[in-house]
């Protein structure tokens, strides 16, 4: 499985912005999909998740109420619309794929596929 991020770019804090992340090689419709972000000299964090099954979503605390993850099964595409950015939201967003689809799996080393990582910046 491969995965492509897109969307990130430039904007002002208030401001919104929607990743995208398209799979290729094989379906994920089975596949629980996810977002973190990872800041300068920071480690890698949780953003959100979306496992297959009843739409479920997990959100890490900082994003709750201003970022939606959904997908899009007939595109082998996952996405995060990002509202009322924060500088602090600045950091490479990153898409990935559990095979484990199911509960609140919050750990990079619980997923399986990585996209490349596309940048958010956040100006003040």
């Known amino acids: 499985v491969q995965l492509q991020a897109s969307g990130g770019g430039l904007v002002q804090a208030g401001g919104s912005l929607r990743l995208s992340c398209t799979a290729s090689g094989r379906t994920v419709s089975n596949y629980a999909l996810g977002w973190f972000r990872q800041a300068p000299g920071k480690e890698r964090e949780f953003v959100a998740r979306?496992?297959?099954?009843?739409?479920?979503?997990y959100y890490a605390d900082s994003v709750k109420g201003r970022f939606t993850i959904s997908r899009d099964n007939a595109k082998n595409a996952v996405y995060l619309r990002m509202n009322s950015l924060k500088p602090e939201d600045t950091a490479t967003y990153y898409c990935?794929?559990?095979?484990?689809?199911?509960?609140?799996?919050?750990?990079?080393?619980?997923?399986?596929?990585w996209g490349q990582g596309t940048q958010v910046t956040v100006s003040s």
């Open positions: 979306l496992r297959t099954s009843g739409g479920i979503a």
């Open positions: 990935a794929a559990d095979r484990s689809s199911g509960s609140s799996r919050r750990r990079p080393s619980d997923y399986d596929y």
